[in-house]
Each structure stands twice: as C-alpha cells, then as structure tokens.
C-alpha cells in the first residue's frame, strides 16, 4: 500500500466519548483491592443454614448477598452494578477453598503476578472467618476424594486440576437473552408452572422441589438487588447537582426498576439488564469465563425494536458495557494467576456466525462490538469473531483493522473446523451451527451446554520427561517402569513407553477432575446459574448436577510441541545420524547440560527437588576450565593452527557458559529443527503426541453424564508449567518455558508466517474440540495500508481452509514491550495478547512479558 | 501445447515464503543466482556468481573447528576475522553442513524444477486467498533463462500468478522464451545516462532498453527505479525515465524504490567491502515523494516502494 492510493477497506475509528475515557481512566488507575464483604455474608449465611439441602442452602447464600451487598453506582456510569465496592477488585470465594488464602494473606499485596491489596483490619476479618471453614471448604471435600496416587501427580505436577478446585466453574455462556426478553419474572413464571405440574407421587419429586424453590428464593432475590440499584440512584439523583447526571441517575433508576425484573423496552435497559445477569453469576460463584458468547446475535432486536436510541448513544451504552466488564476482577492462588496472569476473566465475546440454518448472522452490533473494542482498548472482554466461508470479508477485514490496533484482539474462530468437531461430539448440526466460542478458545453451545472447559491442565512435556526417566521423577517411581531409554532400539520404543505413561496419567488427571466435579455437584449447586442453562429446570436439578443439556469436561494438553520435538530430536540425532548415543543424551538430561537448575516449580515438590535433580550442576571455576580445555581439545584435532585469541573468545562465550562437557550435545539437539517449519517429517512428530493426548482423553466419561473432550491450549501456563519439567532433547534445559499453545517453540519458526501456519495446522484440531489456540506476532509496519488488511484476512482465510482452528495476533513491535519492561509508567495502558485473552503487559511478571517478547515475530 | 522439464535444474540462493513487496497478494519469490551487472547498492550481493558462496557470521561462531575439518580446499582459517577465504572456496557448503552454531552459512543450492515447485506448493492456498503467486528474482534471473522458463511454465501449470523482477539484461532469444508465462514484470530501470549506467552497474544500458520494449509486448510490465542518493536521485533522471517508459507498449506505471542500506551487512559476511560506503543516507521521504510528482505529471501512475 501506498501514500497515493486511497484507502477503501481500512474505515479508521473514530474517538471514544469523554465519558468512556473518563471510565476507562478510572480502571486503568484503580489499584485491585481483596475485600471481605462476600467472605463474611456467606460465612453467616452458612452457619444459618447447616440444616438445609446443599440447594437451599446456596439459594439462601445468594439470597442474604442480594439482599444485603453493598450497592455502589460510580461516577459517570450509564450502566451499574458491581460485585465490590472499589473498581477492579475482588470478593473472595471462600466456601470453594481457604487453604491458600490464609497462606498467601501476608504476600499478597506484593507478589509479582497479580497483587491485591488489602488491609491489616480485612486480614483480621478473613482469619476470623477462616475458622468457620476449616474442613468445610469444597477443596478440602474433593481432595478427601482422591486417591493418594491422583493426588502424587497433582504434587509433582504432571497435571493441574486447581482451577475448579479452589473456585467456581464459571466457564459458561447463559441464557441472556431470555431475561432480557422476558425478565426474572419469566423465568419464576416458568419454575411456578413446573412445580404446579410435577407429579408429586415420584420420588425424583423430592429433590425437584428442593431445587424449584431453592430458584424461587434466589430470583426473587434477584429482582430485590436490582430494586436497592433503582433506590439507590433515586437517592443520588435526589443529591445530584449537576442537571445533566441528576437526569442520567433518574433514568438508571427507572432501568434497575424495571429490569431485570421484565423484559427490557428500550436498547439501554437491554444493556442494563444483560449486565445485571452477568454480574450477578459472579456475585453468586467466583468462577470465570462466564462468557457473554453471541452478544451481537441475541442484542440485535432490542436495537433494532427501540426506535428512539441513536447509534452514538448506542455506541456509547456498548463502550460503557466494555469498560464494565474490567471492573470485576478475581483473586487467584499464586500459582493460579500465574497461569491466568493479568487480571483475567477470560469473558469472550463472539461476533458473527450463523444461525442453525448455515445463515450468515453479522450485523450492526456485531460493527459496534469491534469499534468499542477499539475505543475501549482493555483487557475485557475477550472479544472473538467466528470465521466461516460465508463470513462477509467487509466483517473480516474491520475485525483486522482492530487486530492491527494491537490489543491481540479480535481472536479468531473457524467455523469450518468447530462445526463438524461439534457434530462429532454428538452436537446436532443445527445446534452446532449456532456455537460460540467461550472462555479463552472454548467452543460451546449457549445456554445448553455445561463444558467444564479448562477441567485441567494436562503436561505433556512433564510426561515425556518421566518416560526418559522410566517413570521417575524427582527419584520418586511416580508412573509406571517402561524402562530404561539406554535399553530402547528405535523411536517406536520410545514412543510405546509414552503412550504407557500417557495412559496411566490421564487416567489419574480424570479421577481427580472427576472428583473435584462431584464436589461442586454436592456442596455447591448453583441456583442462579442453573436456572439460566436449559435442562435444568425440565430435570429438576443444577448444572452442577448434570442438568444442562450437553455435558463434557475438557482438560487441555500443555506443552504439546516439546514432547513432539523431543522425540524427533532423538529420532534425527541418535538413531537417524548416530550423533549422540542413549547413554549420552541420558546422562545430559540426567545433568540438565551440566546447567544449575533454579529452585522454582508450580507445586512444593517440583520446586525443592529441581536443583537436587540437576546433581551434577559445576562450579563456576570447573566450568571455565572445562571450556578452555574444550576449546583447546577442538582446535588441536582441527587442521587450523592455534591462536591464543580464538581461545580466549571461545573460551568466554556466552552459548557455552554453564556445559563444558554438554555443549557439543546441546548444540546438535538445538540446531536440529523444530515443529513450526513446514517440515512433514518433523512436525509429524508433535501432531501424533497431540492425538496421542487427544484420543486418551476422549474415552472417559464425566459425573454429570457427559464425555470428556481434549483442548491444546496453555492460557499462559506454559511459562508455568515449564518450571515443572526437567531438561528435554530439544536442549531446552530444566524449569524453562515451554512452547506456547499449538504455537511452534519461540524462535523456532524460522520459515514465515505461513510455514509456521501450515506446521500448526496438521495437528488435528477437530479432534482438540475442547479448543486450540495459535498466537501469531507481527510487526505494525507489516500491516499498513489496505494491502496490509487484505493479506492479514488471506493469512487467516488460508490458515482456516486449511483446518487451523483459531488464530490470534499481537500486533507490537519488540521495541515497545522492551520499553514498557523498562519503563512501566509510560505503558500502563499497553494491551497485549497473552494467550487465550489480551492481558496489560506491565501487570504481567517479568518471565510471562519475556516469554510474549520471545515469539518469533513475522514481517510481511 | 507446451510441456515442462520438471528436471530442469538451476542454482537458486533462496526461497522466500510470504512476500508482500513483488507483485500482488502474498507471494513466494525464487531468488536465482547470477547477475551480468554489479549494482554498487546490490542488496544481495551473495547473487552476483552465478556459483554457491559460503556466508559466514561471527558472532554466531562458537570457534569449534568443525569446518575446519570439513573443508576440502584448506579455505578456512580460524585465525581469518571471516574465516573463510573466498579465492580458495569451492562453494561446496560441506562446512555450513558441519556448523552446529549456523554461523556458517551456503547461499546457492542446484535444485530441480520439481524440488522448487513442492517448495512452492505449500502455500498454494495463501494464493488462492489473498490473490498471490510466485515471483522470480535474482540475481538476474535470465541467467539462468532456460531454468526459468521450466520453472514459469510448471507454475502456470499449476494456475499460479508469476511476475518477474529483471534488470533486463540479457540476450534477445531469453526474452522471448521466459516472457510469455510472466503475467507481471517489475523491470528496474537506473538510469538513460549511458555513462552513468556503466559507472554504477558495470554494465552499457543499450540492450537493457532495447529488451524494455520486447519485453513490454510480452508481458504486463512496471517500471521499477531504484533511487539512490549521488547516482539517480534527481528530477532530471524522472523527467528523461518517464519518457522512456512512455515509449514502451502498454506501461502506465512506475514504482520509485527509495535506496536503503539492508545490504551492507551481507558485504561484511562475505568478507567484503560496501561499494556505496557508509556516507550515502536513505532516501528523503520529501525526494521520494517530488519523483513521483514528477512521473504522475507525464502521466503515468507512480507509487513510492513496491
């Protein structure tokens, strides 16, 4: 593209309301507080309640929150409503798990990842409370499920199922539409019929009862919370000098009075009662990625039908809703927000798509969406957009445009691919049509559809290294002995040995999901959420229990590609070139290269035993003699003559610090090439790992019914997790970072963007129908102009017709993210794509904003 | 109808996936080795020999010694600041192959028409969807004429979109066996100063603008004028080149490739100097954007870059 060209497919983006930038300024600077209010209501609400049904009882938790949380309308609002009473802070949900709160009270305002504050007076107050809990939490609960080998594998961190162990499922998309059509009433409307009609004389009636009226108190409830929202801004218009927010205030009023109780009559109710449904399920449970899902598909009528909104104030009601979305936030474990660094909660927002009849569904609100995103310029929501060949390229190339602003957003979702791995997942195909991605890069079915999406994360790369090992990690026997690798003959050896231990792993990863599934469907059903899934209230029972329509559990491999390019390291060096024997590579690996290993790790045990593990680790003055002696050695069996100079630099280089003895070794395992090139020999190495993981998991079944499905995503878990394992044959030494996602290792793709694509796309993601996630990084000045558009929306249509499942761009130059490690300050606002979500990069610990910096970067 | 020799082989340098700069969509250019002309600003100047030349980096070199033992000529010297002495270098690459670091690295590979065309068709669909193809550079790609034109005639067979960056250098019967399967021709023009052509390229530029017209009636061809600062860079050279490009059938475009210095390092990896030196500076924008005032008041279309 070019100065003199007209730009006809780029439109440019206009600026956003001084109240939007008002809004957003007041996230952006808020400092996240941990506040105690939810801790002690629940607390008392329990202790109230102990001889109640695990149903009643929640609906009495969420009754006593409705009805006495605090009510806080902040400035310059058009839409209210919030779980905490400063701006992007955080409740605790202390009936999901205690353990790791009291532990982490002290260091939680200054960890790296993630702080939050909270005062000496909160801390008390959360000691206090903690009492009531010991025993009572629903981790302690599901943990006493467990058998000791399952919860072995949880402490050497060959998987991790803490996501659903210490806090809500969340990761659902309701039935928002239905309120703000019908409102709460409808829905009690609704449960009156049914218990008016149950036949009383079958025993299921029993517990159907319990759950109708459990839903009775809960949204009665509800409507109560809204009504102090209405009193609340009647009260403040009353204070209100200036005329204009006095008038703003009088109609928030007349909004909460009236929605969500009833249906909504105008475009801004509709806004308003939508976020009273959203934020409500976070006041009732703490999970995350409850996602809005097909937002533009279900909020067009009630723009289309108020003929009084102007598509500025409409804009300006979309902006407002997207900078709310940031005001609530999550306290996480350490090791949590780690894996979910940023803040995140993960709520995508999926524009486009089809109806179940294949038709193309953009429209005017789905335009509206990418341009608040692009005013709006914050980590929530995540916004998607679904990509199938009937997708107008007008809608993609807009949604490129706002990829090109850099927030790593839009992500992008094939239809083409999700459909069929839907249908072959049991979905109805005109169901299936209708999907919207969820969470991070969770396809699901809106409001039928439980999928205990991020059920785990699985590490494959941890397996391998135990299968190196014969089944041993950190010297404990952990998996089953598959031998010695010093005995193996061939790769296939190699690889029966996984599968051995792969098999026996996932198995333990299931009952430990499974268990912790059972726990929430015991002590925490949830009322609110239920009544919003559908099944729940025709089988009488909570999405906890199995009642939504569709039920999967889906725990995502990590670390996928490293498994893939160990083995064919070891394919290509020992048995293809005879480079380096078994007994070598097993005494390198045994030695992590002759490296120190850093004491870090996810869980106690990974952490202690790394530097124990590393045993032969060198002291620095060993390690120089060791080099000069290598350099020494080289050059003497060289023809080449000796100069004290090429000694003294090969001596002090930086690539042998640390080996000596390892560093002809390492050098072959690194040089050989990874996943990411467009290599079919290679590659073919990661996809089999990747079904190998994929077809283990799809064999079992969940509690609730249903089947469990794989992804192959890491959220940010793949820094993580790398400090689980040991030194790999890829030379990728102990506790580093793994490959991202279906991401080829950083720095490995070294053929171009669509090499790399076309790599990422023979994994067979229809299979990983729990989702996929692939992060591609390029430089702004790759993207200009039209053409820039035009080739942005080739690279993906072309990645798509080749059965790629999901595509994600972060668009910023190395400069500025250095600039921002460096100086924070003057980044507070920069976005940036982490993994399945858009996260501020200076709120990201350091190793996450090195790992982002270290993706191989495309140019056009 | 013509077949293709799909065993035709030539030197090529490199094949780069995903180019956006060599014509429309997005493209995978075959660089072919060997160029009759010595540009001083050549940008690759690894593709002037027509043979194999061995790159090396030092600051990836962990000083091993490996291709010492590799190399079969006695060509490399530990003791060399580039290790390689390239009077003595048979281009056979034995030591980039030995190379655990990739300091060393060949430039120049002979690859059949059918190794070129599977590295091409694995972005077949990229084509498809953004309107891309294949582009042919150099080098001088008609060097290697009759290579190119298997090579053209298994792309079109494929449905492929071709263009073909040229300095149009070359013998009248390559012109009118590679041009018929071009689709685009990007062809640089320096200068219509005969002195100051053979000055800068090493090379009279009468053939050169002789081969403009055919070249022109074969193909759909636009005018390409790399400008550098000190040899090209003034109106006078814009006035008298677009003139030029008015005579010639069917061209109604002309792209002004301001001068960079992106080459300058590869002279240093090859253990040479930078013919331009170091005191010529990039092209102004302001320069660039007169020019193209200039060539847009003849007439013709004009854009800055590619």
């Known amino acids: 593209m070019t100065a003199n060209e007209t730009s006809v497919i780029a439109k440019g983006f206009t600026k956003p309301t001084a109240r939007v930038e008002r809004l957003k300024r007041a996230i952006v600077e808020a400092v996240p507080v941990m506040e105690t209010e939810r801790a002690k209501l629940v607390t008392e609400a329990y202790k109230e309640t102990e001889n109640l049904a695990p149903i009643l009882r929640r609906a009495k938790v969420v009754e006593k929150l409705f009805n006495h949380m605090q009510v806080t309308i902040r400035d310059d609002e058009l839409i209210v409503g919030t779980t905490t009473e400063h701006p992007r802070s955080s409740e605790v949900g202390i009936e999901y798990s205690y353990d790791w709160i009291e532990q982490e009270l002290d260091t939680l305002s200054n960890r790296a990842t993630d702080p939050f504050c909270i005062d000496e007076t909160g801390k008390k107050t959360l000691r206090k409370i903690s009492k009531y809990w010991q025993g009572k939490t629903l981790s302690e609960y599901a943990l006493s499920l467990m058998s000791k080998e399952c919860r072995d594998c949880q402490d050497y961190a060959v998987f991790n199922a803490g996501n659903y162990l210490y806090a809500g499922v969340g990761h659902s998309v309701v039935f928002y539409e239905r309120v703000i059509k019908d409102g709460f009433s409808g829905i009690i409307r609704d449960v009156v019929d049914t218990l008016e009609k149950m036949d009383r004389n079958h025993p299921d009636a029993i517990k159907k009862e319990q759950f109708y009226r459990a839903l009775l108190i809960t949204y009665t409830a509800a409507i109560n919370h809204a009504h102090r929202y209405a009193n609340k801004a009647e009260e403040m218009a009353q204070r209100e000098t200036n005329p204009a927010r006095k008038a703003e205030l009088a109609q928030i009023a007349k909004n909460c009075r009236r929605v969500p109780e009833h249906g909504a009559t105008t475009f801004w109710e509709a806004v308003q009662s939508f976020w009273f449904v959203h934020y409500m399920l976070h006041v009732e449970a703490n999970g995350h990625s409850y996602s809005p899902g097909p937002f533009d598909r279900f909020m067009h009528r009630f723009y289309q039908s108020d003929p009084t909104v102007t598509e500025d104030f409409a804009q300006e009601l979309i902006d407002c809703l997207f900078v709310k979305f940031n005001d609530a936030n999550k306290v996480r474990d350490d090791i949590s927000a780690q894996a979910f660094a940023g803040y995140q909660l993960f709520e995508l927002v999926a524009l486009g798509g089809t109806d179940e009849d294949g038709n193309d569904q953009t429209n005017d609100i789905s335009y509206m969406c990418l341009t608040a995103l692009a005013h709006v310029g914050m980590p929530m929501p995540s916004v998607g957009i679904r990509v199938g060949n009937t997708t107008p390229d007008e809608f993609l190339y807009r949604a490129c445009e706002v990829i090109r602003l850099g927030y790593g957003m839009p992500n992008v979702f094939n239809d083409e691919v999700i459909i069929p791995a839907m249908v072959n997942r049991g979905i109805p195909l005109k169901l299936a049509r209708t999907y919207t991605p969820s969470g991070c890069v969770e396809p699901d079915i809106q409001h039928k559809y439980e999928g205990w999406h991020d059920a785990a994360s699985f590490n494959v790369a941890k397996v391998l290294e135990i299968t190196l090992h014969n089944g041993r990690c950190f010297g404990k026997q952990l998996g089953p002995q598959t031998g010695e690798i010093t005995s193996f003959t061939c790769i296939e050896d190699f690889f029966a040995a996984f599968e051995k231990q792969m098999a026996y792993f996932v198995h333990n990863m299931v009952e430990a999901v499974n268990c912790i599934d059972v726990a929430h469907g015991d002590r925490v059903p949830l009322p609110f959420q239920s009544a919003l899934i559908e099944g729940c209230i025709e089988k009488g029972k909570s999405v906890q229990e199995g009642g939504a329509l569709y039920n999967f559990t889906g725990p995502q491999g990590v670390g996928i590609i490293d498994a893939g390019d160990s083995l064919y390291a070891i394919q290509k060096n020992v048995f293809e070139d005879k480079k380096i024997t078994l007994a070598q590579l097993k005494d390198a690996l045994e030695n992590n290269f002759g490296h120190p290993v850093e004491a870090t790790g996810s869980t106690e045990i990974s952490a202690q035993n790394g530097a124990a593990a590393a045993g032969g680790a060198l002291s620095e003055e060993s390690e120089m003699e060791m080099r000069i002696y290598e350099a020494v050695k080289s050059i003497l069996s060289g023809s080449g003559s000796i100069s004290l100079a090429d000694l003294r630099k090969s001596a002090s280089l930086p690539q042998t610090a640390g080996g000596g003895q390892y560093d002809d070794i390492l050098r072959v395992l690194r040089s050989t090439p990874g996943f990411g090139n467009d290599i079919d020999e290679v590659d073919a190495f990661t996809v089999r790992c990747g079904r190998i993981y994929c077809e283990l998991v799809e064999q079992y079944t969940n509690p609730r019914g249903g089947k469990f499905q794989a992804g192959m995503y890491p959220v940010s878990a793949n820094v993580l997790y790398g400090k689980d394992v040991g030194a790999l044959p890829t030379g990728r030494l102990a506790k580093t970072t793994l490959g991202d996602g279906v991401s080829p290792r950083a720095g490995v793709d070294t053929n171009g963007p669509t090499a790399a694509a076309n790599s990422v796309s023979k994994l067979d993601h229809a299979l990983a129908s729990n989702g996929t996630l692939y992060n591609q990084k390029f430089l702004p000045a790759a993207l200009t102009g039209d053409k820039g558009l035009m080739n942005l929306s080739a690279l993906i249509r072309g990645y798509f017709d080749r059965k790629g499942m999901h595509i994600q761009f972060n668009v910023v130059d190395r400069e500025t993210l250095l600039d921002a490690q460096k100086n924070p300050d003057k980044h507070k606002d920069l976005v940036i794509r982490v993994a399945g979500y858009s996260a501020h990069f200076v709120r990201l610990a350091k190793d996450v904003q090195d790992n982002i910096i270290n993706r191989t970067e495309h140019t056009f | ?306």
Not at chain 2, 119 to 148: C, H, N
Not at chain 2, 261 to 271: F, P, R, S, W
């Open chain 2, 1 to 306: 109808m013509a077949s293709v020799n799909y065993k035709a082989d030539g030197i090529v340098f490199d094949i780069q996936r995903f180019s956006v700069h060599d014509g429309p969509g997005i493209r995978t250019i075959v660089f072919l080795k060997g160029c009759p002309l010595s540009c001083l600003w050549c940008s690759n100047p690894e593709s002037q020999k027509l043979a194999p030349v061995i790159l090396f980096q030092l600051d990836k070199c962990a000083g091993c010694g490996q291709c010492l033992r590799a190399c079969q000529t006695g060509a490399i010297s530990l003791d060399a600041p580039n290790r390689v002495d390239h009077a003595r270098c048979a281009g056979c690459g034995e030591c980039a192959g030995v190379c655990p670091m990739g300091a060393l690295v060949l430039k120049g590979e002979r690859m059949t028409v059918e190794k070129v065309v599977s590295v091409l068709k694995k972005d077949t669909v990229t084509y498809r969807k953004s309107g891309g193809g294949i582009t042919i550079s150099g080098g001088e790609p008609l060097v290697q004429w009759a290579f190119a034109t298997e090579l053209l005639k298994a792309c079109k067979a494929q449905g492929w979109h071709t263009a073909m960056e040229t300095t149009g250098c070359a013998g009248a019967d390559a012109v009118e066996a590679v041009f018929p399967y071009v689709d685009l021709t990007l062809l640089d023009i320096k200068s219509m100063d005969p002195q100051t052509h053979k000055r800068v390229t090493g090379v009279t530029p009468e053939v050169i603008h002789r081969n403009a017209a055919r070249i022109a009636r074969l193909s759909q061809t636009v005018i390409r004028v790399p400008t550098i600062p000190t040899v090209n860079a003034t109106d006078e050279d814009f006035v008298r080149i677009s003139d030029f490009a008015k005579t010639l059938p069917g061209v109604d475009t002309i792209h002004v490739l301001p001068y960079h210095t992106y080459g300058e390092n590869k002279y240093a990896l090859m253990g040479k100097d930078y013919p331009m030196g170091g005191d010529i500076r990039p092209l102004p924008p302001e320069d660039a954007a007169r020019f193209q005032r200039i060539v847009q008041a003849r007439g013709l279309r004009c854009t800055v870059g590619g």
